[in-house]
T-cell receptor, first 111, second 115 residues
């Protein structure tokens, strides 16, 4: 079983739609959680950190469920520019001392 | 402010040859990380420097890989001799601190192809 599991997709959604991605992790000692965005042939960029209380940044909402060991990312009112691969990232210690990446979920927003 | 830069962006070499990848972190970032993505697989951690010291090199595949960060500034990752399975994208990242929630800045990667 992979340490961080993601559905690779692709998720094809129309503009304006709401889309949600889930990610599960196997290490119950995991401490830090992140969503990164990676455009085609580009480097990953931090989208948002994920906290137990849940956090929101504009159209993006991230949630963490420690009991079930999953993380979610909700994108509302999808834009064409949201098309990218979304990487779930989990750290087994505080911060980035050693992180594990999911394979990423590909999102394609269609006009 | 300059971001993390990596050189070269692409490298095509033959099996058995040596390749050296370079990473220049953001100025002032003590933490430098190397990652690798093999096609169709997840990005995998290779190692972590704090200044010039190796904090964690548990992700290094084998002794054909050698990473250095002399002087605590730029870092090099040498593969010698390269094998076919070493092909992939090698990412470097840096961060100011290593605490929880600290932002990682990635370079654009080096695409390595071993033929």
């Amino acid at each position: 079983r992979k340490e961080v599991e993601q559905d690779p997709g692709p998720f094809n959604v129309p503009e304006g739609a709401t889309v949600a991605f889930n990610c599960t992790y196997s290490n119950s000692a995991s401490q830090s959680f992140f969503w990164y965005r990676q455009d085609c042939r580009k480097e990953p960029k931090l989208l948002m950190s994920v906290y137990s209380s849940g956090n929101e940044d504009g159209r993006f909402t991230a949630q963490l469920n420690r009991a079930s060991q999953y993380i979610s990312l909700l994108i509302r009112d999808s834009k064409l520019s949201d098309s990218a691969t979304y990487l779930c990232v989990v750290s087994s210690r505080g911060g980035y001392q050693k992180v594990t990446f999911g394979i990423g979920t590909k999102l394609q927003v269609i006009p | 402010e300059a971001g993390v830069t990596q050189f070269p962006s692409h490298s095509v070499i033959e099996k058995g040859q040596t390749v050296t990848l370079r990473c220049d972190p953001i100025s002032g970032h003590d933490n430098l990380y190397w990652y690798r993505r093999v096609m169709g697989k997840e990005i995998k951690f290779l190692l972590h420097f704090v200044k010039e010291s190796k904090q964690d090199e548990s992700g290094m595949p084998n002794n054909r890989f050698l990473a250095e960060r002399t002087g605590g500034t730029y870092s090099t990752l040498k593969v010698q001799p390269a094998e076919l399975e070493d092909s992939g994208v090698y990412f470097c990242a840096s961060s100011l601190q290593q605490g929880a929630g600290e932002k990682l800045f990635f370079g654009s990667g080096t695409q390595l192809s071993v033929l």
